[in-house]
């Protein structure tokens, strides 16, 4: 059965949705979508405070069970996102040489768009090679506002 709910937090209202045992996407929800009916199960709920430690500061790093629904190569950038430190930036050639893959930055940019749980697999995290905020499908104002956040508290 899949779950969902909205959470109101610093960078907007956020929609989970969980298959009961792992969450199965993460995103800032648009308005005609904010007044759909929410059913929280256990997984949501463990997830959304590991989400309010994270936005107070208190969390760097996320123990909540996802699944993630994506291509072999998708899962490979989506896997290499998530050794990328609190705090830290690096570019989509970075994580196209990751992978093994160093031609792939295009295709890198590609998956990250298609990141179905945005911060929990932090492609907030990969900017330009110039260091341009650039990428970002739920807005670069978010991106920026994440990076920060994560800079200013891991005092880089």
């Known amino acids: 059965m899949n779950h969902i709910c909205h959470y109101h ?3 907007g209202t956020l929609c989970m949705q969980s298959d009961g045992e792992a969450i199965t996407a993460l995103y800032v929800v648009k308005k005609e979508e904010s ?9 949501m709920k463990n997830a959304y405070q590991q989400l309010q ?12 069970p ?7 190569f998708q899962k490979k950038v ?15 050639a970075d994580i196209a040489k990751k992978i ?14 298609k990141n179905p749980v945005m911060i929990f697999v932090p492609c907030h995290r990969v900017i330009g090679a ?8 739920p807005g670069i104002a978010i991106k920026e ?4 956040m994560e800079r200013e508290r891991s005092h880089i």
């Open 100 to 113: 093994g893959n160093p031609k792939a930055c295009r295709a890198v940019g590609g998956a990250n768009n």
């Open 130 to 137: 110039n260091g341009a905020m650039v990428g970002y499908a």
């Open 66 to 72: 996802i699944h993630l629904e994506g291509t072999e």
């Open 9 to 11: 937090t610093p960078i």
């Open 78 to 92: 989506w896997n290499a996102l998530c050794t990328i430190p609190y705090g830290v930036t690096c570019s989509y």
């Open 35 to 43: 007044d759909k009916e929410d059913n929280e199960d256990a997984v």
């Open 145 to 148: 506002k994440l990076i920060c």
């Open 53 to 64: 430690e994270y936005f107070q500061g208190k969390r760097t790093e996320f123990d909540v």
